[in-house]
């Protein structure tokens, strides 16, 4: 149940620097000079890959081309981000 | 090209069935202001756009709204997994059991399937960011009139947060068309070009 906890915090954490990104991102389309939001958006980059790369260690893959799998194949592992189990209540 | 990340860009947790209210956001999976129409218009009209900047606006919220596409599949799946049939007749979800199950299908609320007629590709830089500042709208309002709808918690928070992405990605194709119109030198008119078929000859 603890691990769940983990899981779900890191989860959040992960959706949290993933929108930071996204948004800076857009941003940085129409407004491709800005300095400073091109440095936050790195910033995030950095922490995002972090994020990303603990999940990969401690609960299984996120993504098929850059966490390796353990035997057998664990990307077909339930839960699937749309069922209840996979999410939080913010 | 794409790659799949195993996460929602929003969570979705709802606790209790409702299958009328499923039947109502399923408009936002396959109906005309809808996340697939949204996708399908962006990714599709990349391709004729110009400027770096317009370009990559069309690809990279066209990308956002698969992520929205999904939300909004989550929703539905939810609300409707654990309703009984009963709950399902009452809400009047019987005609969409029948031909679908439980199964998330891309249609409006009324079971019209999904219809690429809702949406278009000019070819036209000007006209295709103008469609899509007035999609971003439509799609705006009708998270609007579904959270005039709704009364869970667990519905009404992905809800807004969808309607709040609509308006980011109205401002950021507004910044978008502004660039266009500038690149072409038209800096201040909402107009077309006349094409040369309609020019007088001299």
């Known amino acids: ?90 | 090209m794409w790659t799949y990340d195993k996460i929602l860009e929003y969570p979705v947790k709802i606790k209790n069935p409702n299958p009328a209210m499923a039947k109502l956001i399923i408009t936002q999976y396959g109906g005309p202001d809808g996340e697939l129409a949204a996708s399908l218009r962006y990714l599709s009209q990349r391709f004729s756009m110009v400027t770096p900047q317009a370009i990559a606006t069309l690809n990279d919220i066209g990308t956002e709204e698969l992520a929205h596409l999904e939300i909004v599949g989550s929703m539905v799946n939810q609300l409707v997994k654990n309703a009984s049939l009963e709950e399902i007749k009452k809400a009047g979800m019987d005609g969409y059991y029948v031909d679908h199950d439980k199964g998330v299908y891309p249609s409006n609320p009324t079971g019209i399937p999904f219809n690429a007629a809702c949406i278009q590709v000019k070819g036209n830089p000007i006209v295709d960011l103008t469609e899509d500042l007035a999609a971003e709208q439509k799609a705006r309002a009708t998270y609007e009139w579904l959270l005039n709808m709704a009364d869970d918690p667990d519905v009404i928070e992905p809800l807004k947060f969808l309607r709040e992405r609509e308006v980011v990605h109205y401002q950021r194709f507004g910044e978008a068309l502004r660039i266009v119109q500038d690149f072409l030198q038209e800096p201040h008119l909402f107009i077309m070009p006349k094409p040369d078929f309609m020019k007088k000859k001299d």
């Open chain 1, 1 to 90: 149940m603890k691990d769940n906890t983990n899981m779900m915090e890191l989860k959040k954490q992960i959706m949290a620097v993933h929108f930071m990104l996204e948004d800076l991102q857009l941003y940085l389309n129409t407004h491709p000079t800005d300095r400073e939001a091109l440095a936050k958006r790195n910033s995030y980059v950095k922490q995002y890959k972090m994020l990303r790369d603990e999940y990969n260690k401690c609960f299984g893959m996120i993504s098929q081309d850059d966490s390796f799998s353990p035997y057998p194949w664990q990307w077909i592992e339930e839960p699937w981000p749309w069922e209840y189990e996979a999410n939080f209540k913010l």
